[in-house]
């Protein structure tokens, strides 16, 4: 037996409980060591550019700006009490009071004082700033809320609307929000995979094996995260993205050794020798597939932006840690079962009679399919799928007829990701009406236009007080709203120990993120350098949340194409060398393409054009999130060379017994069409229960890889594959002569002791498959 994977599936089993108990122990250890060390977390707005500069300027300068919070005060309806009317103003200044009571609100300012009262007299602000460290402030502002809603009672009855938004109280609602929804996914996940599981295995302990592996490869990855987050700061996003990716790929790799495993046994197999079989075959793809999965994680390192490194990291280690542990624990843990993880058995009588049909087709421990079943007796395996067997059939007969037909479907649903509209989507796109404070964000927008989101200019100079930069600080508060770019007012703040000045700027546009990235813009290109960029020695960087947004959007574009070529070219080079075959290789990469470029196509339509949009929930989005083209990429090119490699080394293991390539990919397809159907349907599943969650960008990211793995799994896998590889023929096999001197990593492929008997057209040896020209 050769190979990591069959000689660690031998070990394994014979020195079982050493290999539990080095796995137990490295779980422990791992989390151990991530508890005493602490963790970094990733921190806020980390982008490069005019975002960064700013920061650096203030930071380097010392300067905290404090969490700005602003209390409106609104009449409700047309015959409520306007600004001048002294229930009104008693309202106000019960706010003001009401702040200052709490003691974490500083600078606390009646509009009375400030003049921020609306054109129509139905609308004040009360500005304030919280207390103590700006980063800190999320965890402080529940007391004001809560002193801000007990004043909103009192004066209900006076027809008033009194609410509060800022950035530390929108913060811990979209925390909330985001926390709630994915505790939701993740309660709900791991039942929904575990129940799958019982129906695919019939049996209780059959069903929890892969369960508890991948939970406990999740565990041992939370420990490491916390390791290497201080080489690499983590976040919440990382902790979400590695627990859905964790469960997803620690099921498959579970599920595909524990299924041939159990196959082997059901064809007469005796438990050791079923095991080394399984060893030999699932785990050597289970290494196959976890290491290509590994390089596609590995793309999100190259965007620059942390929370994308953290994601990639942490999908990374998740992934290496599952495949190990099923490639070594597993092992250990059939051979210490044995027969009984068959135990608690489902009442499924025709699972019992697949059984039996099964046990009867071998008549030892040595025999295999022999020439009485198998696609090469013309006699279906008991262990195929009599759907699966139909459908290849067919498509085997015609294979130009059914690559057209699915090829065509596909780029069919792929053509509208060609008019994508990517964008960092606003408050009521992400939530709707879901919570109360979008509500009061569109209020405070309307009556006070960019002033819940204001632009923010922070100014460096050799002297801030100088006429010149006093001079140019006036003028581009003055063209800032002639400009058309604001409607005022513009505030200024002075630090003139530090010679730092920074200009709040409300912008047209409001929550219309284009109009508002238009404001941006003329800023940034038109009224900074005709104002401030005239004077030598002065920088001002322009910040704030739209330039947040536009800047993530140019960084996100920016590393496209070296993820996309970092990812296809690493895994392109893996297959060829694990496969020696330059048809396998190509082929996997454009299947792979087409099935995530359908996952677009899918998020255009309903997300963009609003085609069944209501069945979950997104009406009026108009829009992909920015983020989740580039993710969507690197988690379903991973994801869906689980299944291909999987498919295509059953094909190729037929082939080497001595198959005919078409005989090998009707055995190869149809025996995997179960275990490849059950794990499609946990990860259609789970993922689909992100498509229920509140969020905008979380409903897109659950459809878009429930429809990627679903169109994977089927038209991909059952019609598509076999039918391009039909039409291939021998050429499936072909490695040209000045390739051959690639590392050939087929020498870990460990020929089962079952043996089919040669076909007629093919009695190739085993090297001759993989570079048959």
């Not at 993710?631 to 490699?645: E, K, N, R, T, W």
Request: aromatic letters at 6%; charged letters at 20%.
């Amino acid at each position: 037996m050769r190979g990591f994977a069959a000689r660690a599936g031998v070990w394994s089993a014979r020195h079982r409980w050493a290999a539990v108990g080095i796995w137990i122990l490295f779980v422990v250890l791992a989390m151990g060591a991530g508890s005493a060390t602490g963790r970094t977390d990733a921190p806020e707005n980390d982008l490069k550019g005019e975002i960064n500069q700013a920061r650096q300027i203030t930071d380097d300068a010392g300067i905290e700006e404090p969490t700005g919070e602003r209390v409106l005060v609104q009449t409700r309806g047309d015959g409520g009490p306007r600004t001048t009317d002294p229930r009104f103003r008693a309202a106000v200044d019960d706010v003001v009071r009401a702040l200052r009571d709490t003691g974490e609100a500083s600078a606390v300012v009646s509009p009375y004082t400030s003049g921020t009262l609306s054109k129509d007299g139905r609308s004040a602000l009360v500005t304030m700033d919280l207390r103590g460290d700006p980063d800190t402030a999320t965890d402080r502002v529940g007391p004001v809320l809560k002193a801000v809603g007990r004043v909103a009672e009192r004066h209900e009855d006076a027809g008033l609307r009194i609410e509060q938004i800022g950035g530390a109280s929108m913060e811990k609602t979209f925390d909330d929000a985001f926390g709630n929804d994915f505790r939701q996914a993740e309660y709900s996940a791991v039942p929904v995979a575990f129940g799958i599981l019982l129906i695919a295995f019939g049996a209780l302990v059959a069903a929890l094996l892969p369960v508890l592996l991948a939970i406990s490869a999740i565990v041992a990855t939370m420990g490491l995260m916390a390791l290497v987050s201080h080489v690499q700061p983590m976040g919440d996003v990382a902790d979400s993205v590695m627990l859905l990716v964790g469960l997803a790929v620690g099921v498959d790799y579970c599920l595909f050794y524990l299924r041939r495993e159990r196959e082997e046994r059901a064809r007469g197999r005796d438990p050791r020798t079923a095991l080394r079989i399984a060893a030999a075959t699932s785990g050597r793809a289970v290494v196959v597939s976890g290491i290509t999965v590994c390089v596609a994680m590995a793309g999100m390192l190259f965007t620059g932006i942390t929370d994308f490194e953290a994601m990639g990291l942490a999908s990374l280690i998740v992934v290496a840690v599952a495949m190990v542990g099923s490639v070594t624990v597993l092992p250990a843990l059939l051979s210490l079962l044995g027969e009984r993880v068959e135990r608690g058995r489902l009442p499924l009588p025709r699972r019992t009679r697949t059984r039996r049909a099964g046990a009867r087709a071998g008549s030892g421990p040595g025999s295999g399919a022999g020439p009485e079943t198998g696609p090469g007796s013309g006699r279906p395996d008991s262990r195929e799928s009599r759907l699966w067997r139909a459908v290849v059939g067919a498509v085997l007969r015609r294979p130009l007829l059914w690559t057209v037909v699915a090829a065509g479907t596909l780029a069919a649903i792929a053509l509208p990701a060609l008019g994508m509209k990517t964008q960092q989507l606003t408050l009521d796109q992400e939530f709707g009406d879901s919570l109360p404070i979008v509500a009061t964000y569109e209020r405070v927008n309307e009556a006070f236009p960019g002033g819940a989101d204001p632009a923010e200019v922070v100014v460096e100079a050799d002297d801030i007080g100088s006429p010149a930069v006093t001079e140019a600080l006036a003028d581009f508060r003055t063209r800032a709203v002639s400009s058309g770019a604001s409607k005022g007012p513009v505030e200024l703040k002075r630090y003139e120990k530090q010679n730092v000045a920074v200009l709040s700027v409300p912008l047209v546009g409001g929550a219309d993120q284009d109009r508002a990235e238009k404001s941006l813009a003329l800023l940034r290109d038109e009224v900074r350098p005709a104002t401030l960029g005239k004077v030598s020695g002065v920088s001002a960087p322009v910040t704030g949340q739209v330039a947040a947004s536009r800047d993530f959007n140019a960084q996100l574009t920016s590393a496209v194409l070296p993820v996309f070529g970092f990812v296809v070219a690493f895994a392109f080079v893996l297959m060829l060398l694990s496969f020696r075959s330059l048809a396998v290789a190509v082929t996997s990469i454009l299947l792979n393409l087409l099935s995530v470029g359908a996952a677009y196509g899918v998020l255009v339509m309903v997300f963009q054009h609003g085609w069944g949009a209501s069945l979950v929930g997104a009406e009026g989005v108009g829009a992909v999130v920015a983020w989740l083209p580039l993710f969507l990429f690197v988690i379903l090119f991973g994801l869906s060379m689980d299944y291909h490699v999987f498919v295509v080394s059953r094909i190729r293991e037929a082939r080497l017994q001595g198959r005919t390539t078409k005989d090998a990919i009707a055995h190869g397809v149809v025996t995997t069409a179960g275990v490849v159907t059950s794990a499609a349907v946990i990860m259609v599943a789970v993922f689909s229960i992100f498509g229920t969650l509140s969020m905008q960008s979380m409903k897109q990211m659950g459809v878009g890889l429930a429809a990627a793995v679903l169109i994977d799994a089927t038209v991909i896998r059952g019609v598509l594959l076999p039918a391009v590889m039909a039409l291939l023929g021998e050429r499936n096999w072909y490695l040209p002569r000045w390739l051959r001197r690639l590392p050939d990593l087929t020498h870990d492929e460990a020929t089962p002791e079952e043996s089919l008997p040669p076909s007629p057209e093919s009695s190739r040896t085993r090297t001759g498959a993989g570079s048959t020209g």
